[in-house]
């Protein structure tokens, strides 16, 4: 029997045989009859997980997706029933295809004109069964993708350092299972692929000088005043976020399933502490109030505030655990989680539940509470139409964060955050979307501050700039065949503004189509040439840079999508109508030549110093002097906004659309 180099990892992380040994040891995988073999396996029905095999499969691979539980859509149809984007120019493609969906749902169903279409927000607020509904659509719109639901990820084989094969538990039959598929995409929010692959990761919180970043480590921070307090050390430790449910309610009593009795494993004890915060006032309203953010005048000062609601379709509230009261009692719950089995993962779901519903117990009947509190906050129920086969609960805890690959690179808080004089926040060649959401981590520990206004660990909503996310932070810096689109290569910091479900969406969809150019070009998925990645994005109308003062009408919009990460601009404005001066123009020059293929000698066009700005003469000589063959089809209409005299000033967004295509006529032929 042949020898080669091969490695089969089970129970999540745990090394079962070594390098060296021969296929006859290779065991159940590779003995087992109940295989499936496809050219991409994504694991994991999170939203990445569902975009990463819709843009594979219509790239033409062969998608199987696995799901453990029995629906789809993970946190987006599991009560986060508002997308968390605060710029809605920032992110589109696949995301953006979501969110047309359930507008064009609802307007189906109510009408153009109702109510529930203005509580939709465009699309981007919906209830859990109808993200459901639309992800199930999508899917089923896919020849290409076959779906496995009940998959209970068990191990991996690899050979000469690549996944070849992946084990699964049916959780209805209890047969094992395996697949087989040319690249594979961990789409589970927990990183368990790569972690049954021997990957390396990060688990907790980085310290503060690891990557000098101001927010790491142990901390404590006023998230009003967006100021630390005293007593955080910024050392390291190995501590998560609190994971909590996130609740779908009602205040329709025709829909609406009322808790009568006390849940399973209710102990009051576990809520008393939230008097204090209501007697000290840190149920009160925010010191600054933002639509969508879960804030009702009616429930400020009461108990109800350890909620916090966002009105959605259908007389529906997405309801969040607000994490700023001290009372808070999730926290540290969840600490094992990741490297969990999966029957310790079912005990600690099964926990969070009951302190969920034990949570709406007692702000609904504790006879402590004051009586018109209880009444107000009996308002609201289960809905008895969302989570029919779960008791009207939601099936998907929300795991905010678990491991997180090292990768080939390691995104920090200083690449999403402005540093110094810099107008722009950090520039990658091979960035494959745009971050907008602010930095938001859940409490970490219940230790408060000591003012006691936070617990340790909490940055609610601290606001930063957009920023780039590169390719290299989905890739393994070892472990070959896998990407890696939710638990991704980043900082604690950074993940807290990563981990938002519409840029995991476009992560997502950046994973199945680097994973099919994988195997297309058959080359190792660190190898996919990002040029030509950023090619299919953009046409697919991804956000690569995100610039305040352009939109999609406008011509150049592509190519300034483009060289906005090369180095075209150190500002969030593109300027597109605006004469492009010299000054810029020799730096443009500069990165197109320097770009694959293109000449290093490039100087045609080379602008004169006496004059400030730029003629539309001077890019038609730079266009001529890269089509000596003829065969380039560059005339100026194609890239000017308007006929114009030849020496009449270029705009900036004209020469961006110029350059564009002689860059991908000359180095993408």
Not at 181 to 191: L, P, Q
Not at 465 to 474: K, T
Not at 583 to 610: C, E, F, H, T, V
Request: proline share 4%; net charge negative.
């Amino acid at each position: 029997m042949k020898r080669r180099n091969f490695i089969r990892i089970s129970a999540l992380g745990t090394l079962i045989t070594g390098s060296g040994l021969s296929a006859s040891c290779m065991g159940k995988i590779a003995d087992s009859n109940l295989e499936d073999i496809t050219d991409i396996a994504v694991v994991g029905g999170t939203p990445a997980g569902i975009m990463a095999a819709i843009a594979a499969a219509r790239m033409g691979s062969k998608v199987i997706l696995t799901e453990y539980h029995s629906h789809l859509g993970g946190m987006t149809t599991s009560g986060l029933g508002k997308s968390d984007i605060e710029n809605k120019e920032a992110i589109a493609g696949l995301f953006k295809e979501f969110t047309e969906k359930v507008l064009q749902y609802y307007i189906d169903k109510y009408g153009e004109n109702s109510n529930n279409i203005k509580l939709c927000k465009e699309g981007y607020y919906y209830e859990p069964s109808v993200a459901e509904l639309v992800f199930n659509q999508m899917i089923a719109a896919e020849k290409n993708i076959k779906l496995l639901f009940n998959y209970q990820l068990e191990e991996a084989e690899l050979e000469s350092g690549k996944i070849t094969k992946l084990g699964f538990k049916d959780r209805k039959t209890g047969e094992n299972k395996f697949l087989k598929a040319e690249a594979f995409v961990d789409a589970t929010y927990e990183g368990d692929v790569f972690a049954l692959a021997g990957a390396a990761y990060r688990l907790g919180r980085e310290g503060k000088e690891e990557f000098n970043e101001a927010h790491a480590g142990h901390i404590f921070f006023d998230f009003n005043e967006k100021a630390f307090l005293e007593g955080g050390s910024g050392k390291e430790d190995s501590r998560l976020p609190a994971y909590t449910y996130r609740l779908c309610m009602t205040d329709d009593p025709e829909n609406s399933y009322v808790l009568t009795d006390p849940p399973h494993g209710y102990d009051r004890s576990n809520y008393v502490a939230y008097f204090k915060d209501l007697e000290e006032g840190r149920l009160s309203a925010p010191k600054v109030f933002k639509e969508g953010h879960g804030y009702y005048a009616d429930h400020f000062d009461t108990m109800v505030r350890v909620f916090s609601f966002t009105e959605i379709p259908n007389r529906k509230y997405d309801v969040n655990i607000n994490p700023r009261p001290l009372g808070f009692p999730f926290v540290g719950e969840n600490y094992v989680y990741p490297e969990s089995d999966w029957a310790s993962r079912e005990r600690i779901f099964q926990r969070h539940r009951e302190l969920t519903l034990g949570l709406i117990y007692f702000v609904q009947n504790d006879p402590e509470i004051p009586e018109e509190q209880r009444n107000l906050a009996k308002k609201y129920h289960l809905p008895k139409d969302e989570f029919t086969d779960n008791e009207h609960f939601p099936w998907q805890l929300y795991i905010r964060e678990a491991r997180r690959l090292k990768g080939k690179y390691t995104l920090t808080e200083n690449d999403v955050t402005l540093n110094g004089d810099a107008q722009r926040t950090t520039v990658f060649e091979d960035t494959i979307i745009t971050g907008e959401f602010p930095i938001d981590s859940f409490p970490v520990s219940k230790v408060p501050s000591k003012d006691n206004k936070v617990l340790e660990g909490y940055i609610g909503m601290y606001e930063i700039s957009p920023y780039q996310i590169p390719y290299r932070i989905l890739v393994p810096e070892k472990v070959l065949g896998l990407i890696v689109p939710v638990a991704a290569s980043t900082t604690h910091v950074a993940y807290s503004t990563v981990r938002m479900e519409p840029l995991w969406m476009g992560i997502g969809q950046v994973a199945g189509i680097a994973a099919h150019l994988s195997r297309k070009l058959q080359v190792e998925i660190k190898d996919v040439p990002v040029l030509q990645l950023q090619d299919i994005l953009i046409k697919n109308h991804q956000i690569l840079t995100y610039f305040k003062d352009i939109d999609r009408a406008d011509k150049a919009f592509d190519a300034v999508q483009f060289w906005g990460t090369k180095g075209f601009f150190n500002s969030y404005l593109a300027r597109t109508k605006e004469k492009l001066s010299y000054q810029d123009y020799n730096l443009w020059l500069s990165i197109l030549r320097n770009m694959p293929n293109m000449p290093k000698d490039l100087s045609a066009g080379k602008p004169s110093k006496s004059v400030e700005t730029v003629s539309i003469s001077t890019i038609k000589k730079l266009t001529q002097a890269l089509n000596k063959s003829g065969d380039l089809n560059l005339n100026a209409d194609s890239w000017l906004y308007n006929k114009r005299e030849k020496e009449s000033e270029v705009l900036r967004g004209e020469a961006c659309l110029a350059m564009y295509q002689l860059y991908q006529n000359t180095s993408l032929t």
